[in-house]
């Protein structure tokens, strides 16, 4: 039988505690109450793991460099109805789809497989339809590939 495992991509230790996870997603909000513009639940059409952390330290060692990557001048994006793109600074009407890097924290309990529990949830950067299309993610996407290796 397999063991559901990960490996921290950063000290490549094994996950034993929470996983800390950067997620590519495709979301849209749904405000509450049209009127008083505040955020209310969040629909999820796509998510997708793209780079797995054993800790909160680990990440923030990664952080830079995955910022690059995406080209963002600003990070950790206030979560309004309305959100400068973390790219251009174009507003992002968030009640349309759009592309959003998020950090999850998740918590794995038992074995074969394990079930996650997410505990924390943080954007890290919401991108604008030109910045980047909320659809599938290009095969030839930077984001992906291994040279997230650390120099
Ligand atoms: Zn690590
Ligand atoms: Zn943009």
Redesign the pocket.
């Known amino acids: 039988m397999s063991k559901l495992t990960f490996i921290?991509e950063?000290?490549g230790?094994l996950v034993q505690g929470p996983l800390i996870s950067l997620d590519r997603r495709i979301e849209e909000l749904t405000p509450s109450d049209p009127a008083s513009q505040t955020p209310g639940s969040l629909f999820i059409s796509s998510s997708e793991s793209l780079h797995h952390?054993?800790?909160h330290s680990?990440w923030q060692t990664h952080e830079p460099e995955v910022a690059a990557i995406l080209k963002l001048s600003t990070v950790y994006t206030a979560s309004g109805l309305v959100t400068p793109c973390s790219r251009c600074g174009t507003l992002v009407q968030r009640d349309s789809p759009y592309v959003c890097y998020a950090l999850t924290e998740i918590l794995l309990e038992g074995e074969d497989p394990p079930i996650g529990h997410c505990v924390d949830d943080q954007d890290f950067a919401v991108l604008c339809n030109d910045c980047e299309p909320p659809g599938p993610l290009a095969e030839s996407s930077e984001i992906r590939l291994d040279e997230l290796t650390l120099a």
Do not use: H, Q
């Open positions: 921290c950063v000290c230790g952390y054993c800790s680990c």
